[in-house]
């Protein structure tokens, strides 16, 4: 199993799930733009959170976070 990073960046307020989208669509931007091809997405956590997500390999999470400042990450592993 190949072991990756969840970055996430969390939003909070009625507005959440709708900023969580926004923001899914410009780290999707981002990622089309280095070439690369990560895992993007978003989800709700509750009514008033959601997150935005980018999973990237480890190796290359700690690039990935200084460039793109996420709010916190987590270990994700990836059944290839």
């Known amino acids: 199993m190949e072991q990756n990073i969840k970055l996430i960046w969390d ?6 799930a709708k900023t969580a989208e926004h923001h899914a669509i410009h780290l999707g931007e981002f ?3 280095e070439g690369k ?4 997405g978003h ?7 959601a997150i935005a997500y980018l999973i990237v390999p480890k190796a ?10 996420p709010h916190r990450g987590e ?3 990836i059944k290839t």
């Open 31 to 33: 990622v089309t733009k």
């Open 37 to 40: 091809n990560y895992e993007v």
């Open 43 to 49: 989800a709700v956590i509750s009514e008033m959170h």
């Open 11 to 16: 939003f909070r307020g009625p507005a959440a």
């Open 75 to 77: 270990l994700v592993e």
């Open 60 to 69: 290359e999470m700690i690039a990935m976070r200084d460039a793109l400042r």
